[in-house]
C-alpha cells in the first residue's frame, strides 16, 4: 500500500497573511499611487490636492466612516490608528510632514509602523527641507504606491501646504526607470 505525503498545513502566519486586506491601485502614468486617509490635517490636504493635479488615490479609512469613496476601504475597526498602520503597511514608502523635527502623535506612530514593516520612511519639515534630496529619494526608490501623512488639523498645518505642493510636483515631475519583463 502506497501513501501519499501529505502537504504541510500553512503556517498561522502565512494564514494571516493571506487574510490582509488589500486596496486596487489606480494606473496613473508614472506618479504613484497616493495612500492616505480621510483624516484631518495634512491627509486631507494630501487627498485635496492629488484630486486637483489628478492624481490616483487610495487608502484604509476607519470603519463608520460616511462615504469612504469608491478608492477607499474601511477597516474592521473604528480605531484610527488601524487605517494608520494598514496603509503604512501596504503603501511601498512613506512621507511623514509636520511642522518642526518632533515626531508626536500620528507622525512618531507611522514612523514606528514604518520601522516595524521596514519600509523606507523620509520626514519633511519646513525648517531643513531640500528640495534636491526630495528628488534624490524619490527617484532611488521604484514606488507603486506612497503613503503620506503627519501633523493633524490643530498642528500648524497651513505652513506645510507648500511643501505638500512641492512634494506631490516632485512626485509627478520623477522619471521612472523603465522596468523590462
Request: overall charge positive; charged content about 25%; hydrophobic content about 45%.
Amino acid at each position: 500500500m502506497k501513501t501519499v505525503p501529505r502537504a504541510r498545513k500553512p503556517s498561522s502566519k502565512a494564514r494571516r497573511k493571506r487574510r490582509r486586506a488589500t486596496l486596487k491601485l489606480a494606473v496613473n502614468g508614472a506618479a504613484p499611487t497616493l495612500v492616505c486617509a480621510q483624516a484631518d490635517g495634512v491627509e486631507a490636504l494630501a487627498l485635496a490636492q492629488a484630486r486637483a493635479l489628478g492624481l490616483a488615490h487610495a487608502g484604509f479609512v476607519p470603519s463608520g466612516t460616511r462615504n469612504p469613496g469608491e478608492t477607499f476601504e474601511a477597516t474592521p475597526t473604528r480605531h484610527p490608528a488601524q487605517a494608520l498602520k494598514w496603509n503604512t503597511r501596504f503603501a511601498d514608502a512613506t512621507v511623514v510632514l509636520t511642522a518642526d523635527a518632533v515626531l508626536h502623535g500620528r507622525a512618531r506612530l507611522a514612523v514606528a509602523w514604518c520601522r516595524r514593516y521596514r519600509k523606507p520612511w523620509l520626514h519633511l519639515y519646513p525648517a531643513a527641507f531640500d528640495e534636491q534630496a526630495l528628488r534624490v529619494w524619490l527617484r532611488t526608490r521604484p514606488l507603486r504606491s506612497l503613503h503620506i501623512c503627519g501633523a493633524r488639523a490643530h498642528q500648524q498645518v497651513e505652513r506645510l501646504e507648500a511643501l505638500l505642493d512641492v512634494l506631490l510636483r516632485a512626485l509627478t515631475a520623477v522619471e521612472r526607470p523603465v522596468r523590462c519583463g
